[in-house]
Every structure is written in C-alpha cells, then in structure tokens.
C-alpha cells in the first residue's frame, strides 16, 4: 500500500522458513519500505523479530485499531486474513505516533526473566494449594494460609498415619515441600538477577514504595517507551487504571474499568496493596476516599489512577534524565504527580478516560507500509 493508500501488490505466504523467505523476496521489488505488524508484543513477535533481524523497519499495530479500521473500511467487523490485512496496512498508513519495534537485547533479556519469574511464581501458589489440601486431610485444621516450605515440613513432622491412603499423602506431601525449597532458591536467584538488571538500566521505579524487581521489569518490558503516551491519561487508558463514567442524572459516579494491559494493572495493584499494608500516603489517601463516602473498591480505584499517574512521571522523568546530555535535552512534561516518591498527591489528574491526542494527518512513513 502506497502513501495514498492505493493498493499495489499482496500475497498469502507460509508461517515456515520457505514462506518467509518467499515473502522477503516478494518485498525487494519496493525498496523503500516499513512494514506493519499487528501486535508486535503478542502473536506478531515472532515475525517482527525475524524481520528485524533481517533490517527491516516494523511498527507496531495495535488490534484495537486494526479493528477499528476493520469496520469503518468494510462496515462489519468479520474478520478474513483479506481483510484483516488491508485494516492492519490503512493503520499503517494513516496513523501517526505508531511505536517502532526496536531490536533492544536489555528489554528482550527482561522479558525473558520477568516471564520466567512469573513461571516461578504461579508454581508456588499452585504447589502450595496442593500442599494444603494434603494438610487439611492429614492435620485436623489444616495448616495457615501464609504457609511457608519449613513451617510446612515440621508440620508434617508431626503426622505419622498407618493406613496406606495416609502414609501416601504424606510422601505427596513431603515431595511437594521439596519442590517448593526448589522454588524458593530459583524465585531468590531470579530476583536477584532481575534487580541488577533492572539497576543497569538506570531506571529509579524501584525506589517507589510497592514496586520490586519484578514490578519494576514489568514496566519497563510492557511500556518500552513511555513517550508514545501523550499524557498520563492516555498512560492510565492503556493500563486500565482511567475510570469510565457511570454517572446518571444528577448522580455523578465513576466505576473500574476491565480494559487495558492487565499485567501492568496487576503491578499497580500489588502496589496498591503493600501501600495499604503500611502507614503510607498510599493509606492516607485510601482512608481519605472512605471517609468521603468512597466504598472500598471505588477507594482502590481512586488510588490506582493515582499511582499511575505516579509510575507515569516517574518513567518520564527516567528517560529524561537518559537522554539530557544527547539531542534535545530534557523532556518537558505538563504531570503534577510526584516522582520522588509513591505519595498520590491530591493533584494527580481526576479524569478518567483522555481526550484526543494531537496528531498528523499521515504517518511520516517511507512510500510503502
């Protein structure tokens, strides 16, 4: 598709090395040339990967927008691999402020540590709900909900059943509690590598009360350039954190949306959380909200937009800081929110969901997309 959208070659190739390299080959007859892929942080990684490792130029679709585009071009939103391919080049085409897909080592290592740390994890939980369910049929009680390997093992010193469905319970369960003494060094070895890591990058959301090293890598891995946000709003539209209007009549109420990127939502909520386990700010704002008639759950939401608004600055401030000695100085940024710490002041933005950013009437793309 050329820069006025006019549609001048298309192909149906193979997902295996002869398809790519029959689609590469059918591609060198434009020189000049980008192409658009549609989730380049999902299911079209693997082919923007290839493509650049090969040199190309790729930028990211998101589906939102090639759906979107879907059903203005067509009128319904049936998807077809004809069409999902002519919506996913308009974008291409049309939009500007399309994230590049960059070939970046220290972020493509993060993911793979952060996801393996996550691997790591949802084996702990789900070892230790096994292990409790042993406990529960071995002890009567059971066994605390917070249990950890050793509290479990001298437990499990005290059971010594003579029937054969007892005694295998409890070989079940001691081969559990290995497995989660296994657990434990791997999850401590991973965060201990995943802090250097995430230190190396210069990055200072560590420093923010409720973001450790996997938080921290979260961020960083999803959002990769907090520039393509135009303000925080955008920034607390994409992560889900933006409350959507629910007023009606003359009752103004706001409720929690369940759109966006759900892991950074997940990282916010951890920190949510840790904030209202300690005397924090975090905590005084919580309480704050409750005491002016928030409920509990609209009190969380209230504190997520505004941690939000917090992480999003303080990414800002991080990547301007990386680039004041390079071209164009210091980033100007119009936030209130404090970056120097995880306080959700009461100036954070009260909006839920952005207005329209400025942006060109064309992508300043070669020729081709």
Not at 33 to 46: F, L, P, S, T, Y
């Amino acid at each position: 598709m050329t820069s006025d959208e006019t549609v001048v070659g298309g192909g149906r190739f193979d997902t295996d090395r002869d398809g790519y390299m029959a689609m590469r080959k059918y591609s060198t007859q434009w020189t000049n040339r980008v192409w658009a892929i549609e989730g380049c942080q999902g299911i079209g990684r693997h082919i923007a990967n290839r493509l650049l490792a090969d040199g190309e130029q790729v930028v990211d679709v998101p589906p939102k927008l090639s759906a979107r585009a879907r059903v203005f071009a067509t009128g319904q939103g049936r998807k077809t691999d004809a069409t999902d391919a002519h919506s996913i080049a308009l974008v291409g085409t049309r939009m500007a402020g399309l994230r590049p897909v960059v070939n970046d080592e220290q972020l493509a290592l993060l993911r793979i540590l952060v996801d393996r740390r996550r691997s790591l994890g949802e084996d702990h939980t789900r070892m230790v709900s096994q292990l409790h369910q042993l406990l529960l049929e071995l002890i009567p009680g059971g066994a605390k909900k917070s249990l950890s390997a050793a509290q479990a093992k001298a437990l499990l010193a005290t059971v010594r059943p003579r029937d054969a469905v007892g005694k295998a319970r409890r070989r079940v369960a001691a081969e559990l509690i290995s497995d989660l003494e296994r657990v434990y060094r791997r999850s401590k070895d991973a965060d201990k590598e995943l802090k250097e890591l995430v230190a190396s990058t210069g990055t200072t959301l560590m420093d923010l009360h409720g973001i450790g090293p996997s938080g921290a890598a979260r961020l960083l891995v999803e959002v990769s350039d907090i520039t393509r946000f135009p303000d925080r709003a955008h920034f607390a539209s994409w992560n889900g954190t933006a409350p959507i209007d629910a007023s009606s009549g003359d009752q103004v109420r706001h409720r929690l949306s369940r759109a966006g990127n759900r892991q950074i939502n997940r990282v916010l909520h951890i920190m949510a959380t840790v904030q209202l386990r300690n005397p924090t700010e975090g905590r005084a704002y919580f309480d704050r909200k409750k005491t002016a008639g928030k409920t509990s759950m609209e009190a969380m939401r209230a504190l997520k937009r505004r941690l939000s608004d917090i992480i999003y600055r303080t990414m800002i401030n991080d990547t301007a800081v990386a680039t004041a000695a390079g071209p164009g100085g210091q980033r100007e940024t119009t936030t209130d929110s404090n970056a120097t710490s995880s306080h959700p002041h009461a100036s954070s933005s009260e909006k839920s969901l952005p207005g329209p950013a400025t942006a060109q009437l064309k992508t300043p793309l070669p020729m081709m997309s």
